[in-house]
C-alpha cells in the first residue's frame, strides 16, 4: 500500500502527538527538543543596556541549611542559574553547565538556584553525576533578577553589570561564553 506525502507526513504528526501526550514519553522528547535548541550559545547584552547590580542583599540557603550571602560574590564574576528539576530546557542544558563549572568552579562563583526541596534536588544531582551546590532562595531575588520562567541565567562582571541574561536553554560551555568569561577575569 503507497501512502501518499501528505498522509504519511500527517502520520507522523499524529504519532509525534500522542508520543507528547503520553507522560512517560513527554518529557524524553521535550529535553531532546532543547538539546537541539541548547547548541545556540548565549550573547553579550549591548553595553549600552547592561543593567548593574543596585545592591547585591539577598539571602540564601544550601541543601544542609547553611546561609550564604550573596555579598559575598561582590567583585567577583558570577554566574547565576535558576533552575528546576522537572524543566526539560533546564535538563538540556545542564550538561554544558556541569563542564563550564568543572572547568572555572576556582575563577568564577556559580550559584544555581531552585525552589524545590533538598530531596528532589540532590537526588537529581546524584542521578545525573553534576557536582555543583544548590541554593534556595531565603529573601527576594534581586529586583535585577525579576525570574519569571525558568531556566534563567545570568553572568555578572566584577564591576556588578549583567553582562548576559539568557532565558532558555543555552550551551554554556561554547567557546565564546568561555572567552567572554575569559575576558571578564582578566
Known amino acids: 500500500m503507497n501512502m501518499s506525502k501528505s498522509r504519511r507526513n500527517n502520520l507522523i504528526f499524529l504519532i509525534v502527538i500522542v508520543l507528547l501526550i503520553i507522560p512517560q514519553t513527554r518529557q524524553p ?6 538539546k ?4 545556540i550559545s548565549p550573547v553579550s547584552i549591548n553595553k549600552n543596556k547592561q543593567t ?7 539571602k540564601l540557603i544550601d541543601e544542609n541549611s547553611v546561609p550564604f550571602n550573596f555579598k559575598n560574590t561582590k567583585g567577583k564574576v558570577v554566574f547565576v542559574n535558576f533552575w528546576a528539576t522537572w ?5 538540556a542544558e545542564m550538561p554544558s553547565i556541569q563542564e563550564l563549572y568543572n572547568d572555572y568552579n ?4 556559580f550559584v544555581f538556584v531552585s525552589d524545590e526541596s533538598s530531596e528532589i534536588i540532590n537526588q537529581f544531582l546524584k542521578t545525573n553525576n553534576y ?3 544548590v541554593y534556595s532562595s531565603v529573601s527576594h531575588y534581586l ?15 566584577k564591576e556588578g553589570k549583567i553582562i548576559i541574561d539568557k532565558v532558555g536553554a543555552a ?4 567557546k565564546s561564553i568561555r572567552n567572554t568569561i575569559d575576558k571578564l577575569l582578566h
Open 131 to 133: 557536582n555543583f551546590k
Open 29 to 34: 522528547i521535550q529535553v531532546l527538543l532543547h
Open 171 to 174: 550551551n554554556w560551555n561554547s
Open 143 to 157: 529586583e535585577a533578577f525579576n525570574v519569571t520562567s525558568i531556566p534563567r541565567t545570568f553572568l555578572i562582571d
Open 106 to 109: 576556582d575563577k568564577i562563583e
Open 87 to 91: 524543566c526539560p530546557p533546564c535538563k
Open 52 to 58: 548593574v547590580l543596585e545592591h547585591y542583599d539577598w
Open 36 to 39: 537541539g535548541i541548547a547548541l
